[in-house]
């Protein structure tokens, strides 16, 4: 069937504020959908309250809502646009639940608006747990046996029935919230109530557990002729028990037989067809019992789902591009493949690489979370790394993470006592593959590893062969020693240069030295979708060691770009914003843009953004390599975060250029001394301040600049292990903490001025000109990190005299720094005296949110400013707000039930939410002040 031309104009629903189970995945496939609209001549409206994702930036949307996600503000749109459809598949559980909840209140029927990629019938059955048992049984589907509960009694009843272990499924939440294995009488009660409390409906499903079976993923596409095509299978490495969104997946699977994948097919396409009348995406769970494979059905969710970034990523298949024109009337053989061009879309996806998804936690955040993984997601990001083997992509994607591992273990943070590793393998939790790995490190049998984990033996044996390697490896001294093959063979399983030189106990540069004499380097590889069998000119690529590059540089002058590898607290999804604006202003500039970035949440590493994306860890021997290929003009660092930044050094050690500011300048508003003596010699105020290297002189260096004072390492995000003490004896334990965590930062001591208002400026500079973008004043007092503090735009309550102070400093501060592009300052205000707490000369949190307040193309004049392309004197930057703009933190507090809640220097927020408001007589504004007085008196 061709395209619906009744349809011209479509409200797409976005997902709001990243929480913990619905992140900016769901901003990737909204923005898909809308690209894919617009390219059908299709007016777009979107809703969306997030300032932080490019889904809700004018080259997304031809009108953008940033409204809360109420019924009322659906209604205000349709009052203001003639809308013929509208797509609700997009947006996650949020966006559902809105559409459902406008339908019933007839807002559909009353503005003639229909609902297109959905029907609502089928999502009440995916979600409804007990009319979902029944429908899968009556078309012949197993599932595990399990009994619907609305009371206390009727779920003690349903467990006394089915027996332990089992499983308790809250109805209509997200993210597996308030669910959980039960494994015996005692626990039962409590989590009953937990998972009862957290049901909306106040409904849950007592399930028989199936601990220990395999757990796959299927992402599927149906058109309205009925056809369906299976996108992608992916396996979980861990066994039913942990929450998909915090197991490391594999695609394509590796364990199925080929008659149980089969069976697994046929059932998938029989679930799809059966749940209702809708064209578009569809993910579908499954489980399989080790032994018999005997299949059941775990659950269906009749939309884009949080797989289907990950599913478009890995198979370079743009599920929400095609789910969205399958929306609108397409059939998918009407359709062409986005990557071939020649082939249709109908044409299922051929890997012929291996793909590993690994999660991103960050516990260290949630002091006293409980970091045990279950059916609760609790990671707040994820990476993905690409192989022509499983090892190499898993190894890939531990370099992937951000958290100081270069591999899968051989390095310095093994453990080496058995007995808490075997504890580790049985109380799953964030670093339970490392631990696995140093189990068959110390001679543990793989099947004691396969008994306590689960896990299939396949996958064991694959880490064990790493083992053997390493242990092969012992018998050189030297780098010269290693035989080419052997060399080889290492490279291809994945190992980073700094692993092998870990292991032989010597330095990284010796290896990489030997290694490129042998002629060892990397190849890349294109992501095609079909394993080569048709022809592609897609730019996607991913590193190996095969013998042929299918990479080939072109003599056009270029630019790196440096992404911000995984989502985590403090680093989220405002950075791949700026990633994606730099993309498009060096290539507005007349460069070849480039990408490197591992994150497949996101829009950066879409692969029609950039002119080349190279899909590999953000980390130095690997971006190394791909400096020696295409051997740009230079790299951008200030858009990608602390990630990018970290790198900075590296890149002024080998000559490589930073366009923007020079590597100098970062380092300088990193180190406390020098950062200070600058503003000494600039007569700019700044509480006292010291930096040390024991405890010892930490104490005396809070003793001189008076107590409270606020402690934190040096180089670090989102305040990472910040804390405000009162005493030598709190003093002295969290320094040692920090020195614990981080060895190699000093500790910063800074002076804590009590009862504080704070306040940020965000400018660009050009080396001599300064515009300032934004004057925000926070809510909370100084002392709350910036990130978990509503922010309002512009200020409300700080004298014209503490704004000339502020403005006067930044100006100063931004050419003394001799700034080229983007800087952020923070101020503390007491008694009308304005302080310089810090200044961070990149992209920073509240980018995004000044552009979207002010309606100003703000990344692109940074960026043209940063490369050189033009001055600031070039733009004609023109402001729009009538009122007020504030940055509203959001939460995610209910994942961890017992942890502190109390906001500090610490940031804790996973997201953020964007309010207008006409003036500070507004409730809304009323309520945030109030919180405001409540620190001030406490």
Known sequence: MPKDNSIKSVLIIGSGPIIIGQACEFDYSGTQASRSLREEGIEVTLINSNPATIMTDPVTADHIYLLPLTVESLEHILQERQIDAVLPTMGGQTALNLAIEAGKQGLWEKYNTRLIGVDLDAIELAENREAFRKHMIDIGLSVAPSFIANSFLEGKEAAQKIGFPL?????????????????????????????????????????????????????????????????????????????????????????????????????????????????????????????????????????????????????????????????????????????????????????????????????????????????????????????????EALQKACQSQENNRTGLGADKKEWIRTSDILDRLEQVSDDRIFRLKDALRLGVPEKTVQKLTKIDPWFIKQIKELVKMEEQMMRYNVAEDIPVEFFRDLKEVGYSDAQIAWLMRIKESEVTRQR?????????????????????????????????????????????????????????????????????????????AIMINCNPETVSTDFDIADKLYFEPIFWEHIEEILELEKPEGVIVQLGGQTALKLAEEFHRRGVKIFGTSYNSLDLAEDRGRFSDLLKEQNIPYPKYGAADNADDAIEIANRVTYPVLVRPSYVLGGQRMRIVINDEELERHVLSIFKHLPDNRVLIDQFLERAKEAEIDAICDGEDVHIMGIMEHIEPAGIHSGDSSAVLPTYSLSEKAIERMIEYTRKLAVAMEVKGLINIQFAIKDDNVYVIEANPRASRTTPFIAKAYKVPYLKIATQVMIGAKKLKDFDIEKQLDGYAIKVPVFSFNKFPNVDKNLGPEMKSTGEAIRFIKDTTDPFFRELDRQRSMYLTR
């Open 167 to 391: 499983v308790i499924r809250p109805s209509y939440t997200l993210g597996g919230y308030g669910g959980g294995f039960v494994h015996n009488e005692d626990e039962f009660d409590e989590a009953l109530r937990r998972g009862l409390n957290a049901s909306p409906t106040h409904e849950v499903l007592v399930e028989q557990a199936v601990l220990g079976w395999k757990e796959f993923e299927l992402e599927l596409l149906r058109d309205a002729n009925d056809n369906v095509v299976i996108i992608c299978t992916v396996e979980n490495l861990d066994p039913m028990g942990i929450h998909t969104g915090d197991s490391i997946t594999v695609a394509p699977a590796m364990t199925l037989s080929d008659t149980a994948y089969q069976r697994m097919r046929d059932e998938a396409i029989q679930a799809m067809r059966s749940l209702g009348n809708f064209a578009g995406g569809c993910n579908i769970q499954f489980s399989i019992e080790p032994e018999s494979e005997k299949l059941i059905v775990i659950e269906i969710n009749p939309r884009v789902s949080r797989s289907s970034a990950l599913a478009s990523k890995a198979t370079g298949y743009p599920i929400a591009k095609i789910a969205a024109k399958l929306a609108i009337g397409y059939n998918l053989d009407e359709l062409s493949n986005q990557i071939t061009k020649t082939t249709s879309a109908y044409f299922e996806p051929t890997l012929d690489y291996v793909i590993v998804k690994m999660p991103r936690w960050n516990f260290e955040k949630f002091h006293g979370a409980d970091h045990r993984l279950g059916l609760q997601m609790k990671s707040v990001g994820e990476v993905m790394a690409i192989g022509r083997n499983f090892l």
């Open 516 to 592: 490129k004499k042998l002629n060892i380097r990397r190849t890349y590889k294109m992501v095609d979708t079909c394993a080569a069998e048709f022809e592609a000119q897609t730019p996607y690529f991913y590193s190996t060691f095969d013998r042929e590059n299918e990479s080939i540089p072109t003599d056009n002058k270029k630019i790196i770009v440096l992404g911000s590898g995984p989502n985590r607290i403090g680093q989220g999804i405002e950075f791949d914003y700026c990633c994606v604006h730099g993309l498009l202003a060096i290539k507005d500039a007349g460069y070849e």
